[in-house]
């Protein structure tokens, strides 16, 4: 008895390990849009970022603001491997559309489907 129990509990930790290493898919509109993109060609469209620093894992943090439109404005945090291609964006400040829409960061930002 002891001994199916460890078998399935070394079972259940193998399967566990395997489940968190997977990396996961992105999930927002602008993240479908822009992970994998070119920070440059971010940057070069949209304007140049407000800030920049490193963060511990090597990557640097680009914090960028803009889409100023009818007192609406977006702002995003975009994460940058050291091939300056965007690795992970997300939105600080955005306005949801009340009609259940694209966001204004959406819009703004070409990943409105």
Same mark, same amino acid.
């Given at each position: 008895?002891?001994?199916?129990?460890?078998?399935?509990?070394?079972?259940?930790?193998? +399967?566990?390990? !395997?489940?968190?290493?997977? %990396?996961?898919? %992105?999930?927002?509109?602008? =993240?479908? *849009?822009?992970?994998?993109?070119?920070? &440059?060609?971010?940057?070069?469209? @949209?304007? %140049?970022?407000?800030?920049?620093? /490193?963060a511990a894992d090597g990557t640097t943090l @680009?914090?960028? *603001? &803009?889409? @100023?439109?009818?007192?609406?404005? !977006?702002? +995003? /945090?975009? &994460?940058?491997?050291?091939?300056? =291609?965007?690795?992970?964006?997300?939105?600080?400040?955005?306005?949801?559309?009340?009609?259940? &829409? %694209?966001?204004? !960061?959406?819009?703004?930002?070409?990943a409105a489907k």
């Amino acid at each position: 008895m002891f001994l199916r129990f460890a078998l399935l509990a070394s079972l259940a930790l193998a +399967v566990t390990g !395997c489940i968190t290493a997977t %990396p996961t898919a %992105p999930a927002t509109a602008l =993240e479908q *849009r822009w992970i994998g993109q070119s920070a &440059g060609r971010f940057f070069a469209a @949209y304007g %140049p970022p407000l800030r920049d620093m /490193e963060a511990a894992d090597g990557t640097t943090l @680009y914090s960028w *603001r &803009g889409g @100023y439109i009818n007192r609406k404005v !977006c702002q +995003v /945090e975009i &994460g940058v491997n050291s091939n300056y =291609e965007i690795r992970k964006i997300r939105t600080v400040v955005d306005r949801k559309d009340p009609k259940g &829409g %694209p966001s204004h !960061c959406e819009k703004f930002l070409d990943a409105a489907k």
